[in-house]
């Protein structure tokens, strides 16, 4: 870190700031969200929040700053919508999975994870990739917090390790949800987590019991 | 279909002509795993391939018509090396994750899959969008008939829809796939297997029998 970045950090941001700061990344991380990172310019961002370009590269630097803040937002929004990982976890993994599930069904369901569209975007730039990967890894330790939390309560019954458990949850969530994004359906998602669920030893209502896989416009 | 467009299909095609049309297509498929599909212009397939435009627009109609054959290509190129999802499975599920963790692990396996990464940018054109599903539902169809073999031969446990079985198996490739491929390391992916082929009841060493989770370059 510079002597320039070091007295810039230095200065303790206002609330006007602050609030700069936040409009700035909620745009960015909406029109990246819809067009993708490199069709996003940071003129784009400027644009929709009436801001200048010195304010955007005085909070995040440069565009890889404010996509390394993109990515943060966007974590925060998925462990935001999903309460049951953090540290106050009931470890009820059923009710995590039809709350999630929830979120994607129906007509206006976004079939699509906040966090998870981004991964192909920042696989060229070392920094923002091992930034998602370690957003990951963080969403991977809320699920083997509720794993854990579960076996606890009895709840969960499979052995081994939770941050092992967890990563396969995780894996289901993402392959679930890039298939029934492509699918236009919830279905998808919901055998991927059905299967998920077996594995941590928790019983669910099987895929048969729900109406049958129809094709839906998002 | 229209007057010129059958008069068009109706001319054999020569040797000539099919080999233009692959290589085509292999170079449009080079290009857009590299740099996506809206990257990729109909102006760099011909410089890359040394063809006119009058030939793309003969073999494929437009640029979805070169997409949609760049689909086809990648589905055939991942059912093309696994074999034991064809007609003469022999139902070893086993051996099918032994063989698919072989080409991703090691410091220069490709962490990514061909069909998977063109997933997320197909989907604001619903004929790429429903080709592409189409395109792993076959692959599903392939999972289906080793998880039906493997039962028949009593490699596998699960009861249950084979279709079902298969899709969750997809997803924990898929999933997997993506984590590894940010993660730089296929562990992601033999945990996301390890835990498929526990719920289709196929057993495989742990995880914990494999070398430690070490960041690599790809």
């Known amino acids: 870190m510079g002597v320039d ?7 303790p941001p206002t609330a006007r700031g602050r609030r700069t700061r936040e ?8 029109l990246m969200q819809a067009r993708g990172i490199a069709a996003t310019g940071v003129s784009d961002v400027l ?32 462990l935001g919508a999903q309460p049951r990982l953090g540290p106050a976890s009931d470890g009820d993994v059923a009710a995590w999975a ?10 206006d369901g976004p079939l699509s994870c906040p966090l ?4 192909s975007q920042v696989d060229d730039d070392p920094v923002l990739r091992a930034h998602q990967a370690a957003a990951f890894d963080h969403w991977r330790d809320g699920l083997a917090r509720l794993v854990s939390r579960g076996r ?14 967890a990563g396969a949850l995780l894996a ?9 994004r492509l699918a236009r359906h919830v279905a998808p998602l919901e055998i991927a ?19 049958p896989h129809e094709e839906r416009e998002v």
């Open 152 to 165: 606890e309560r009895g709840t969960v019954g499979a052995v081994g390790d939770p941050t092992v458990l």
């Open 47 to 78: 644009t929709a929040t009436g801001t200048g370009k010195s304010q955007l590269y005085h909070h995040f630097g440069d565009k890889r700053g404010l996509v390394l803040a993109v990515i943060d937002h966007q974590l925060a929004r998925v």
């Open 5 to 11: 970045e070091a007295s810039r950090w230095s200065r």
């Open 193 to 211: 987590l059905d299967a998920a669920l077996l594995h941590l030893g928790v019983h669910r209502p099987s895929p048969s019991d729900r109406p």
């Open 116 to 119: 998870g569209v981004l991964s």
């Open 98 to 107: 039809d709350d999630l599930l929830a979120v994607h069904r129906g007509g």
């Open 172 to 180: 289901a969530v993402q392959g679930g949800l890039m298939l029934a």
């Open 23 to 30: 409009q700035m990344v909620e745009a960015a991380a909406g």
